[in-house]
């Protein structure tokens, strides 16, 4: 099992440029989220999916949109990238209480 | 606003010793909370969970407790080894559907041969 696989693993985007961040799982699970992770800020909610067809919001969702695609897919969505949404991305799922995370998606917008 | 605290300096111990990490949390109730192992470059794995109404929990040689009134959680490494240097990080969760943890932004753990 390849748990939660993320792609790509590192992208440079000019600003204004758009791009969609890939997340997939084999473990059957029902919730997925997307999560950014900045120094000294932890790792903060953008959008989650509890369920196939539902996507919401979480504490920084602005400049973002999500697609679950189905119940293995959850993509992340830089309309117009900016500097600010420099960061490293993480993809997870859930099944019961904890996370399963990806690799990780180290994206600097220049 | 809810804030999660950790130690942002780094913990350097002595192999063999036990390393003790902690999490302070602030206008939160939190009904979960977990710990999770980050190393470079990697994303974060799943250690363990302790629910609100638990005092501790343990798993080989981790333990965690969870004290509700001084809202703080407690994560010890005994018999520590240099493979177990890492950042630690602590994430609170309600009881929702959703399962919706907020983060800490994790203590550096170093442990020394």
């Known amino acids: 099992n390849a748990g939660v696989t993320q792609t790509p693993k590192f992208q440079v985007l000019k600003t204004g440029q758009s791009m969609t961040l890939q997340c997939a799982q084999d473990m059957n699970h029902n919730s997925m989220y997307w999560y950014r992770q900045d120094p000294g800020m932890g790792l903060r909610l953008i959008y989650y999916?509890?369920?196939?067809?539902?996507?919401d919001k979480g504490e920084v969702p602005n400049g973002y949109n999500v697609s679950r695609l189905n119940k293995r897919e959850f993509s992340l969505r830089l309309e117009s990238a900016a500097p600010s949404q420099t960061s490293v991305y993480f993809c997870?799922?859930?099944?019961?209480?904890?996370?399963?995370f990806g690799s990780g998606t180290r994206l600097t917008v220049v | 606003s809810q804030k999660i605290e950790q130690n942002s300096e780094a913990l350097n111990i002595q192999e063999g010793k036990t390393a003790t990490l902690t999490c302070n949390y602030t206008n939160y109730s939190p009904a979960y909370l977990q710990w999770y192992r980050q190393d470079p470059g990697r994303g974060p794995v799943f250690l363990l969970l302790?629910?609100?109404?638990?005092k501790e929990k343990r798993k080989e040689r981790l333990k965690v407790t969870f004290d509700t009134t001084l809202k703080q959680s407690l994560f010890h490494i005994t018999a520590s080894q240099p493979a177990d240097s890492a950042t630690y990080l602590c994430?609170?969760?309600?009881?929702?559907?959703?399962?919706?943890?907020?983060f800490g932004t994790g203590t550096r753990l170093k442990v020394l041969a």
């Open positions: 994430a609170l969760g309600t009881t929702s559907g959703t399962y919706k943890y907020i």
């Open positions: 302790i629910r609100e109404n638990e």
């Open positions: 999916s509890a369920s196939e067809g539902t996507t």
């Open positions: 997870a799922s859930r099944v019961d209480i904890g996370y399963t």
